[in-house]
């Protein structure tokens, strides 16, 4: 089993930076393929990033010249860092864990076996 927790949401203004933080116990994150996903209100689950065992990653086309997923061993978290925030990023921002082997990149929400419960993320116009 592995518990996710996700923290670092909140109501900011457009243009300004959050960084979103997924604490991960029972499991370690160097072992595993994580990710991060978001949903909008009424709409589906969204791929935002994901980060390989290896350390590579991925990130959604829509965002990846503002976001960026990283991950810290020794804290066993995962990060999202966005930058210049726009009202269309209000979502529930989700963390997600992979513990079977992959070779692949991981974007689809079916790829994972654990997740987190969520932080809201609210950007004002």
């Known amino acids: 089993q592995a518990q996710l927790v996700e923290s670092g949401g909140g109501l900011v203004q457009a243009g300004d930076s959050l960084r979103l933080s997924c604490v991960v116990s029972?499991?370690?994150?160097?072992?595993?393929?994580m990710g991060w996903f978001r949903r909008a209100p009424g709409k589906e689950f969204e791929f935002v990033a994901t980060?390989?065992?290896?350390?590579?990653?991925k990130v959604a086309d829509s965002v990846k010249d503002r976001f960026a997923i990283s991950r810290d061993n020794t804290k066993n978290a995962i990060y999202l860092q966005m930058n210049r925030l726009k009202f269309e990023d209000t979502a529930v921002y989700f963390c997600?864990?992979?513990?079977?082997?992959?070779?692949?990149?991981?974007?689809?929400?079916?790829?994972?076996?654990?997740w987190g419960q969520g932080t809201q993320v609210t950007v004002s116009s």
């Open positions: 980060i390989r065992r290896s350390g590579s990653t």
């Open positions: 029972g499991r370690t994150v160097s072992s595993a393929a």
């Open positions: 997600a864990f992979r513990f079977r082997l992959s070779y692949v990149y991981n974007d689809h929400k079916d790829d994972y076996d654990y």
